[in-house]
């Protein structure tokens, strides 16, 4: 996947009117917390080799074991075909920050970095949103 020139909200507004406002709920508020964090599109074919379309908060690199650095999204935003994903790409010293709020997000599947549900009724947005607030703290680089 790779940052392209896609403008967020034109990706929004693309989406059908059935989960439109879901995201667009979700996108208010995490830009919120990501306030002064770079907000793009990332489009491409995704780890499990789909094509995906990611909105993307904040920035940061970090290096392979092949030694190439890679550069990602702190917090991402994407609609999948019967659920709307947030990854979260931060961990401290004990492991992914997703996996310590596992108990508490509501009606998800958890991933390691990701959360994903069928609508933003499943799950706690004020827990979801300090996970969020966590991850800009940890992972922003100076």
Do not use: C
């Amino acid at each position: 996947m790779e940052k392209t020139a896609t403008n967020p909200q034109d990706f929004i507004e693309s989406l059908p009117a059935k989960v439109r406002s879901d995201i667009d709920r979700l996108d208010a508020a995490i830009t919120k917390v990501m306030a002064g964090h770079a907000k793009t599109m990332w489009e491409g074919t995704f780890w499990g080799g789909s094509d995906q379309k990611i909105i993307g908060y904040g920035d940061y690199s970090y290096q392979r074991s092949t030694g190439d650095t890679v550069e990602w999204f702190i917090v991402g935003l994407a609609q999948q075909k019967h659920y709307i994903s947030v990854y979260v790409n931060a961990f401290d010293e004990d492991g992914y920050l997703v996996e310590k709020y596992a108990d508490t997000l509501g009606k998800a599947k958890i991933g390691a970095s990701s959360i994903s549900f069928p609508s933003l009724n499943d799950i706690n947005l004020e827990v979801l949103l300090d996970l969020v607030e966590k991850a800009s703290q940890r992972m922003s680089q100076p």
